[in-house]
């Protein structure tokens, strides 16, 4: 969905590097999110977030990070990479006001060596 | 604990035929549920979902069944094609208002010409 753009879309670094995923939406949506996907496994919550000044941690958050800039901008971070971090990480949006659609943004692949 | 599963991890089908995938879920208290389509190197896509109060929802080609009796989830596609081909993943909302989904690990829709 081009109205939730992720940045890199691919990243290979080494264990112990600090890396930042970005993500940016133009849907309005106050609701943001970060999963991670792993071959065989469904997605996973890392954060989310339902404004700017609100942060929640999701199941999986330990080792990872994030950063809501504006309205607009979630971040993820990995202060230090290890390998069991490398998977599939998609950031999401809904709109605030009880239960709607999760919107998903292309990914980004990470590895780490 | 909490979970969305699928009977079916690899589905075959005919180009034209109909499509049934499946899926359980174990949270009763869940109320509403969402069917995503992820293509290969893309992010989940919203296809269809269904609130607890209904037990069917047609869409384009795509027809989502509820029983909450025995908890279960289904996604019909009519007159399959190629481009059905993907993994299609169930979601349910077991968080109310905070809208967290829990995902099922998948099936994948290999559609045969």
């Known amino acids: 969905d081009a109205d939730v753009t992720q940045t890199p879309r691919n990243r290979i670094t080494k264990t112990g590097k600090r890396i930042m995923l970005e993500c940016s939406q133009t849907k309005g949506h106050d609701r943001m999110y970060w999963y991670r996907q792993d071959p065989g496994l469904g997605l996973r919550l890392i954060y989310y977030s339902f404004d700017v000044k609100d942060i929640n941690k999701g199941e999986i958050s330990d080792g990872y990070s994030v950063s809501r800039q504006a309205q607009a901008k979630f971040s993820l971070s990995l202060e230090s990479a290890i390998p069991n971090q490398t998977a599939l990480y998609f950031c999401?949006?809904?709109?605030?006001?009880?239960?709607?659609?999760?919107?998903f943004g292309p990914g980004t692949r990470l590895t780490v060596l | 604990g909490e979970s969305v599963g699928l009977h079916l991890p690899t589905l075959s089908v005919q180009e034209g035929d109909n499509s049934i995938i499946n899926c359980a879920y174990s949270?009763?208290?869940?109320?509403?549920f969402i069917w995503y389509k992820q293509e290969s190197g893309k992010g989940p896509q919203f296809i269809i979902d269904?609130?607890?109060?209904?037990d069917k929802r047609q869409g384009q080609r795509v027809t989502v069944l509820l029983n909450k009796t025995v908890k279960h989830l289904s996604l019909q596609i009519a007159a399959t094609q190629p481009g059905d081909s993907a993994v299609y993943f169930c979601?349910?909302?077991?968080?109310?208002?905070?809208?967290?989904?829990?995902f099922g690990t998948g099936t994948l829709l290999a559609v045969q010409p």
């Open positions: 269904i609130r607890s109060n209904m």
């Open positions: 949270n009763s208290a869940s109320d509403y």
């Open positions: 979601a349910e909302n077991y968080g109310g208002a905070t809208n967290k989904l829990i």
């Open positions: 999401a949006t809904s709109r605030v006001g009880g239960i709607d659609t999760q919107y």
